[in-house]
């Protein structure tokens, strides 16, 4: 070939695909109400994973999705995985796991999508100002449970591929489906069923892609982390039952009290953790990690109003994501077994239980914190020499996860998002858990990108969760651009 026809040939090429992305835009806009329509039939499933009565809705749920990837032509699984074992002993089915795949040429990067259709409780007397379960548009934004976490961004996925149908254009890409219901209580039997399928499902698969997070601000963003989860009960436990508190109280030594003391012992009133071993743990922050801080778009008294807080533990921008991002902290949840009921009850509680977290970062181990903790914790209750009961169980030990922004696949994301909101984007980490990264990248061991369309202001697990109507949209057309920039990424570099 003549080398001085190669910039020509590009420019065709360039030109060629920049029209493709037009007429797919223009598609997703002037089919924006099928599917807001979409949403709304799955919003109006409640889809609650805690929920064991609502474990019907869940399994029509996955049914919903799997018959949605089947009529757009896709090759679709309902993956069996089991069973749920219940406190009273009892079995209840898991929601099965759906799979789908669209293309399987050899020549084409293969791109696996993961999300989850299950959803957090919501009630309208929680503090909803609509039906959670009915979705409602209110200036451009779409209220409903799930909305946001993460019916919206599958569907917006889903729906980037029916495009390309649509249009009887070629997918840049292969891409497959991994749709799971249990994402909100651990992602029960999920990490059996992907190492089970490690060497057929994902045997070709290249990158996988996660969206399932948001934006920390207006600014678009890409994730290249998140933080794991040790999640621990501290039972005391003292009289056979319940006491009066007026003929028993001052003469035994109760649980509460003793609970509250060590639970004390865990966190400084300046946020410093007091566990030996937690923060020697942690990987140092860098220079370079320093400097992509100061690049990210963050209102620090923004986020200090939207929280109603008075002051924050740190006042600038760097410390403040720092901490919430790639430093671990301790958070006291709830205790069971108090009464917590409006009005007055003059009680002794026989047993009470504690329910508290460690957020895990780099370079800690969910194995070596069960033990610190509850050495710790043991050594704390001895000093107290109370004749009652300390019981300490970790129930969660979720690893953290951390990618690479260099990787192709970052600077694919990159691209797809100067292509379409026409802004550089923020590089992120999150401060919550999101487990399956985590298995993704120890099971297959492919590359793995967070791209999240959620808004910053999106209320997710809260009351009000929202999608923006144009993170929606806008969001569709994100998927259709970044599955154009895969397609770019030179076969070497998977």
């Given at each position: 070939m003549n080398l001085q026809t190669v910039p020509f040939i590009l420019l065709v090429i360039s030109c060629g695909q920049a029209s493709q992305y037009t007429e797919l835009a223009q598609y997703v806009d002037d089919h924006q109400e099928e599917h807001v329509e979409a949403l709304r039939e799955w919003v109006a499933i409640e889809s609650d994973s805690s929920n064991i009565l609502r474990r019907p809705d869940l399994h029509r749920m996955m049914e919903l999705v799997a018959e949605k990837l089947r009529l757009m032509g896709g090759m679709v699984q309902l993956v069996d995985i089991g069973e749920?074992?219940?406190?009273?002993?009892?079995?209840?089915?898991?929601?099965?796991?759906v799979t789908a795949q669209f293309g399987s040429d050899p020549s084409k990067h293969t791109v696996c999508v993961y999300g989850h259709v299950d959803v957090q409780p919501a009630k309208l007397e929680d503090g909803w100002a609509t039906n959670p379960y009915n979705l409602t548009d209110i200036n451009g934004n779409?209220?409903?449970?799930?909305?946001?976490?993460?019916?919206a961004p599958v569907l917006a996925w889903i729906h980037a591929v029916q495009a390309y149908q649509a249009l009887s254009m070629e997918l840049p890409v292969n891409v497959k489906f991994l749709i799971e219901g249990m994402e909100e209580t651990g992602?029960?039997?999920?990490?059996?069923?992907?190492?089970?399928?490690r060497d057929t499902f994902f045997s070709d698969v290249d990158y996988i892609v996660i969206s399932d997070c948001g934006w920390l601000s207006r600014r678009p963003a890409l994730t290249y982390g998140t933080r794991g989860n040790c999640y621990f009960f501290a039972e005391v436990e003292g009289p056979k039952q319940d006491l009066h508190s007026g003929v028993y109280g001052g003469t035994v030594i109760e649980p509460m009290?003793?609970?509250?003391?060590?639970?004390?012992?865990?966190?400084?009133p300046s946020g410093k953790i007091l566990i030996p071993g937690i923060r020697e743990a942690v990987a140092p922050l860098s220079d370079e990690e320093w400097?992509?801080?100061?690049?990210?778009?963050?209102?620090?008294?923004?986020?200090?109003?939207?929280?109603g807080v008075s002051h924050l533990m740190y006042n600038n921008k760097v410390d403040l994501l720092a901490h919430r991002w790639r430093y671990p902290t301790v958070s006291i949840h709830g205790i069971e077994g108090?009464?917590?009921d409006s009005g007055t009850k003059t009680v002794i509680p026989a047993k009470v239980t504690a329910k508290f977290s460690i957020r895990q970062v780099p370079d800690m181990d969910p194995a070596a914190v069960k033990k610190q903790v509850s050495d710790y914790l043991h050594s704390v209750f001895a000093k107290r020499r109370s004749p009652n009961k300390l019981k300490v169980t970790m129930v969660i030990g979720a690893k953290p996860w951390l990618a690479d922004t260099k990787h192709p696949l970052y600077e694919a994301g990159k691209a797809a998002i100067k292509g379409v909101f026409n802004v550089d984007p923020d590089l992120i980490r999150e401060g919550?858990?999101?487990?399956?990264?985590?298995?993704?990248?120890?099971?297959?061991?492919?590359?793995?990108?967070?791209?999240?369309?959620?808004?910053?202001?999106?209320?997710?697990?809260?009351?009000n969760e929202k999608m923006s109507r144009y993170n929606y949209i806008e969001g569709t057309k994100l998927f259709i651009a970044y599955l154009n920039e895969v397609a770019q990424i030179n076969k070497t570099s998977v």
């Amino acid at each position: 070939m003549n080398l001085q026809t190669v910039p020509f040939i590009l420019l065709v090429i360039s030109c060629g695909q920049a029209s493709q992305y037009t007429e797919l835009a223009q598609y997703v806009d002037d089919h924006q109400e099928e599917h807001v329509e979409a949403l709304r039939e799955w919003v109006a499933i409640e889809s609650d994973s805690s929920n064991i009565l609502r474990r019907p809705d869940l399994h029509r749920m996955m049914e919903l999705v799997a018959e949605k990837l089947r009529l757009m032509g896709g090759m679709v699984q309902l993956v069996d995985i089991g069973e749920q074992e219940l406190p009273s002993g009892q079995t209840i089915a898991l929601p099965k796991v759906v799979t789908a795949q669209f293309g399987s040429d050899p020549s084409k990067h293969t791109v696996c999508v993961y999300g989850h259709v299950d959803v957090q409780p919501a009630k309208l007397e929680d503090g909803w100002a609509t039906n959670p379960y009915n979705l409602t548009d209110i200036n451009g934004n779409l209220y409903g449970r799930g909305t946001s976490d993460n019916k919206a961004p599958v569907l917006a996925w889903i729906h980037a591929v029916q495009a390309y149908q649509a249009l009887s254009m070629e997918l840049p890409v292969n891409v497959k489906f991994l749709i799971e219901g249990m994402e909100e209580t651990g992602s029960n039997g999920l990490d059996a069923m992907i190492l089970a399928q490690r060497d057929t499902f994902f045997s070709d698969v290249d990158y996988i892609v996660i969206s399932d997070c948001g934006w920390l601000s207006r600014r678009p963003a890409l994730t290249y982390g998140t933080r794991g989860n040790c999640y621990f009960f501290a039972e005391v436990e003292g009289p056979k039952q319940d006491l009066h508190s007026g003929v028993y109280g001052g003469t035994v030594i109760e649980p509460m009290t003793d609970l509250i003391g060590i639970l004390d012992t865990l966190i400084s009133p300046s946020g410093k953790i007091l566990i030996p071993g937690i923060r020697e743990a942690v990987a140092p922050l860098s220079d370079e990690e320093w400097r992509m801080y100061q690049d990210i778009e963050f209102d620090v008294d923004n986020y200090k109003n939207k929280t109603g807080v008075s002051h924050l533990m740190y006042n600038n921008k760097v410390d403040l994501l720092a901490h919430r991002w790639r430093y671990p902290t301790v958070s006291i949840h709830g205790i069971e077994g108090a009464f917590s009921d409006s009005g007055t009850k003059t009680v002794i509680p026989a047993k009470v239980t504690a329910k508290f977290s460690i957020r895990q970062v780099p370079d800690m181990d969910p194995a070596a914190v069960k033990k610190q903790v509850s050495d710790y914790l043991h050594s704390v209750f001895a000093k107290r020499r109370s004749p009652n009961k300390l019981k300490v169980t970790m129930v969660i030990g979720a690893k953290p996860w951390l990618a690479d922004t260099k990787h192709p696949l970052y600077e694919a994301g990159k691209a797809a998002i100067k292509g379409v909101f026409n802004v550089d984007p923020d590089l992120i980490r999150e401060g919550g858990t999101i487990p399956i990264a985590r298995t993704f990248q120890d099971v297959t061991g492919k590359s793995i990108i967070m791209m999240p369309i959620g808004g910053f202001d999106d209320g997710m697990h809260s009351q009000n969760e929202k999608m923006s109507r144009y993170n929606y949209i806008e969001g569709t057309k994100l998927f259709i651009a970044y599955l154009n920039e895969v397609a770019q990424i030179n076969k070497t570099s998977v």
